[in-house]
């Protein structure tokens, strides 16, 4: 048996290993130990993938702010160097800026920062704010006469949580950069997380608070991380495959089912709460283009379909970035599989990192909860 940190392995990676007898030893570095596909169990494959903290994939900052009494906030995410990055959009509603520069056959190769925000479209003004603060410090895209910051930005709905006036501005992404730490992010009820929710299929009445997670594994030297604010629709979803927290009974005395009551509503509902949006960004250190870039945010996105439901609605604007941080090298699909087990993991820590507030239950106060993945 090998000696190591342990977690589930994502049924993708099962895909690629199997019938490759050379892959272990290019991906799992074993110096100690000489053996082939043929001799190992799956369960001692679940050794080789440990968790690592988020901050150890490098080459990146994180900075939150909010307006706590607004339940509104920002996070960045600042590039050390200029980034590939890819972009792939589920959602049917999505609020989002430069996001176009991320396409496959537009020009820019990278990126300077991600920012994830609440406001909803009134939000995009708050890219700004960062663009101001790299610019302050030369940094940027060189066309000659300046830098100019390539910030891409996605927006969440919060406007129904808080308060509706007030949005995350270019000051409020502007502190949330001058906060930006290699240390541990805050989880939870903070930056983009701060108002976000889940489980609204009903209204807000039976909602229940989300926020701010994070996840990352490590193989070797390769090192796949996922950051995500959780303003879903639909319900959250444990490992065992069954609602850990999302749509309440109408008592609020523990957890109905999203996609149970959809299907008992045979004519559907015209007004899904449309503001809604599920924000993540994987990040790797592996070296990748964004063509590649854009693929694994695809794949990424069988964390979201695995951890919530339903997912990828016309009320939601779910949407996740992949940045291509370091140098190592690294398996495209390997990379795909272990990002979307890191959004899967994320997105459970950020309804379990999240408290009671303004009006909506946290996880922390669902009666008869467990803990599940």
């Known amino acids: 048996m090998l000696v190591g ?27 100690y130990i000489r053996i082939t596909f043929q001799q190992i169990s799956f369960q001692e494959v679940l050794l080789m993938l440990k968790e690592i903290g988020i901050m150890e994939v490098g080459g ?5 702010a909010q307006d706590v009494q607004a339940a509104t906030g920002c996070t960045v995410i600042l590039c050390d160097r200029m ?12 609020a989002s800026r430069e996001s176009q520069i991320l396409n496959p056959v537009a020009a820019a190769e990278g990126i300077n920062a991600v920012l994830l925000s609440g406001g ?6 708050a890219a700004g704010g960062v663009q101001k603060y ?11 006469v300046t830098k100019v910051p390539l ?7 919060d406007l129904v949580v808080g308060s509706k006036d007030v949005r995350p501005t270019g000051t409020m992404a502007y502190e949330a950069c001058e906060r930006a730490s290699y ?30 997670g994070t996840c990352a594994f490590q193989t070797g030297d390769l090192k796949v991380g996922a950051l995500v604010a959780v303003n879903a629709l639909g319900d959250v979803y444990g490992a065992d495959g069954e609602p850990m927290a999302g749509l309440l009974n109408q008592e609020k005395t523990g957890l109905s089912n ?11 509902k015209e007004n899904l709460f449309t503001g809604n949006t599920t924000l993540g960004v994987v990040v790797t250190n592996a070296a990748f283009h964004k063509t590649q870039l854009t693929k694994i945010a695809g794949m990424t996105h069988n964390g979201y379909a695995r951890a919530i439901r339903p997912v990828h609605t016309t009320a939601d604007g779910d949407s996740i970035y992949a940045l291509s941080l370091g140098d190592v090298s690294g398996d495209l699909n390997l990379v795909g599989a272990m990002a979307a087990r890191a959004m899967e993991h994320a997105i459970r820590r950020a309804v379990y990192s999240a408290k009671s507030a303004y009006g909506l239950m946290g996880w922390d106060a669902l009666p008869g909860k467990k803990e599940n993945g």
């Open 5 to 31: 940190e342990t977690t589930e392995i994502a049924p993708e990676l099962e895909t690629i290993i199997r019938g490759r007898e050379s892959f272990l030893d290019k991906h799992w570095k074993m110096k």
């Open 60 to 64: 990146f900052r994180v900075g939150h």
């Open 83 to 94: 980034s590939p990055a890819g972009l792939d959009v589920r959602g049917g509603g999505p």
């Open 120 to 125: 909803s479209a009134f939000g995009l003004d």
């Open 134 to 144: 790299l610019e302050e410090r030369d940094i940027g895209f060189d066309v000659g």
């Open 151 to 157: 910030v891409s930005q996605s927006c969440l709905f």
């Open 183 to 212: 240390e541990a992010p805050a989880e939870g009820n903070v930056g983009a997380g701060t108002g976000c929710s889940i489980g609204k299929y009903r209204g807000m009445a039976r909602a229940m608070k989300s926020g701010f």
């Open 258 to 268: 999203t996609l149970e009551e959809m299907f008992s509503d045979a004519e559907g």
